[in-house]
């Protein structure tokens, strides 16, 4: 991952040390009405996945996963809060709750289901601890650079999988390879470093699916899942159906994800600049195409507007100009091609455009006692880890306490 603030030493620190370094404040699109046929369920989770949260109610309440809504996921590390809807349920049944790690905090209803993308954005409060007091004023050099700059708009490491194993399953399912799928999903033990995962995925590269079976955790809901289906089905379509849709959806758009990357890495030095022929976003999510880059970059210098890359898909919009030279290369490396994302069964892309770069905005910092808290509202779809990275000059990881969740 590049820098925006290569230029600004470190200002190393500690992430995550608790959960509770780490909170996460969904900020809703709209208010709800109050009424309705749709149960909105406003919860906070301590250190699980959304699809854990979402898992653990549906289990309490015998409702189909499948049938819930929710804007976004939260990451799993830290203390999170957000919104989730059921259609056709007693809201009275969620307030009576008690399920480890997860708290309701208040119910209402309102007419429509959440979906993908329902949300203005999100409120973060984090703490880096180990900070030594000489380095704080890096930390604010490098908020004051990406303050005028803007934030690059990576798709972070988290997005794409423990093992990485996200593109590659989303890439099979593009590609109708289902027994790849499979073995991306269940196999690939030289990758996996819990040792007790490792043997489980031994035995389904050497082909013993009930051996597999027997060895997997049971903690693994989702391996343990695709186990059962490929045991009964093989490896093929009847059995990817009956795999979490949202974790199909999770996968084939990390692909999206990684392509956008690939652009944006592309461009680096330029993703604050317009060039002819770009695809430019306005604050109000309207897109634009550039026919004058030099009558345009004022507005980019003032963040106004930010150039765009491609979210590939049947239908994506592609840009010209040096852009969609870059994108038409980028997607023909990838070896697809705008058809292969009409998938069917619920898992096809249309495709969208997403700025190469973000505004933090009510950004504070304060330090005490060996500790930076910062502060800051980022839109939707855009990581908080990027930013504390381009502070932190941590790599690919942020530095994890061993007693982390």
């Not at 990451?75 to 809807?85: F, K």
């Not at 949202?246 to 944006?264: D, E, I, P, T, Y």
Request: contains cysteine.
């Amino acid at each position: 991952m590049k820098y925006a603030t290569a230029d600004v030493p470190a200002c190393p620190g500690l992430i995550k040390s608790v959960n509770e370094d780490f909170r996460v404040f969904e900020v809703p699109l709209y208010d709800y009405s109050g009424s309705g046929d749709h149960t909105l369920v406003h919860i906070e989770k301590t250190g699980i996945s959304t699809f854990e949260a979402i898992r653990r109610i549906c289990r309490e309440l015998k409702f189909n996963e499948r049938d819930v809504g929710s804007a976004g996921l939260k990451d799993a590390r830290g203390v999170t809060r957000q919104w989730l809807s059921f259609e056709h349920t007693n809201p009275e049944s969620f307030l009576a709750l008690s399920i480890p790690k997860l708290t309701v905090l208040e119910v209402t209803r309102h007419a429509n289901k959440l979906k993908r993308g329902h949300l203005a954005g999100n409120r973060f409060a984090v703490t880096l601890r180990d900070v030594d007091p000489g380095n704080v004023a890096h930390a604010e050099s490098a908020l004051a650079l990406l303050a005028k700059r803007g934030v690059p708009n990576w798709y972070d490491t988290q997005r794409f999988g423990r093992r990485g194993e996200n593109p590659q399953a989303g890439l099979a399912i593009l590609r109708g390879d289902l027994e790849g799928y499979f073995r991306t999903l269940l196999g690939g033990h030289e990758s996996e470093p819990d040792a007790e995962v490792r043997d489980a995925r031994k035995a389904y590269d050497d082909g013993d699916i009930e051996r597999a079976l027997e060895l997997w955790p049971r903690r693994m809901n989702h391996e343990r899942a695709a186990l059962n289906a490929v045991l009964r089905d093989g490896p093929n379509w009847k059995a990817l159906k009956k795999l979490p849709q949202k974790l199909k959806l999770l996968q084939v758009s990390s692909v999206q994800s990684m392509l956008f990357n690939r652009l944006l890495d592309a461009r680096f030095e330029d993703y604050d600049k317009v060039w002819d022929g770009d695809i430019c976003r306005l604050a109000n999510g309207a897109d634009f195409a550039v026919e004058d880059a030099g009558a345009e970059q004022p507005r980019a210098a003032t963040l106004e507007i930010s150039p765009t890359g491609a979210i590939f898909g049947h239908k994506a919009r592609l840009a010209g100009g040096r852009e969609g030279e870059l994108e038409q290369q980028v997607l023909t490396e990838s070896g697809l091609t705008p058809g292969m994302w009409d998938i069917g069964r619920g898992l096809s892309q249309k495709g969208d455009r997403r700025p190469f770069r973000f505004v933090a905005s009510k950004v504070g910092a304060e330090y005490a006692d060996g500790a930076l808290n910062l502060t800051f509202t980022l839109p939707k779809g855009c990581y908080a880890t990027v930013l504390l990275k381009e502070i932190t000059k941590s790599g690919e990881d942020l530095a994890f306490s061993r007693d982390s969740e």
